[in-house]
């Protein structure tokens, strides 16, 4: 917000999700690969990814407030389950 109050996010999901509605194009991840390849996931996407990760989620029995642990390696798989478990 230019001239107004700082934006005030309750999760790292708050952001992701306000960015994909306005720029759905945006990045809204980077990632770096060990080879040195770059991979960029646009907002809206990443945004999906993360819902249908939440569904994935509730589906096997994960409830809000619930505490989820993930063991994953570290790909774009795990950026999604992080999100979806945020949801």
């Known amino acids: 917000d230019e001239g107004g109050e700082p934006t005030r996010w ?9 960015r994909a509605a ?8 980077v990632l770096l690969a060990e080879e ?5 996931v ?3 996407e990443l ?5 249908d990760a939440a569904a994935r989620l509730s589906a096997a029995g994960l409830r809000r407030g619930e505490i989820a642990v993930l ?6 798989e795990l950026v999604e389950a992080f999100l979806g478990a945020l949801w």
Request: overall charge neutral; charged content about 20%; cysteine-free.
């Open 42 to 44: 646009a907002a809206g």
């Open 36 to 40: 040195g390849a770059r991979y960029t």
């Open 22 to 29: 306005r720029a759905p194009d945006w990045p809204g991840l």
């Open 47 to 51: 945004a999906r990814r993360a819902a």
């Open 10 to 18: 309750t999760s790292l999901l708050e952001p992701l999700l306000e």
């Open 71 to 76: 063991v994953m390696d570290h790909t774009l």
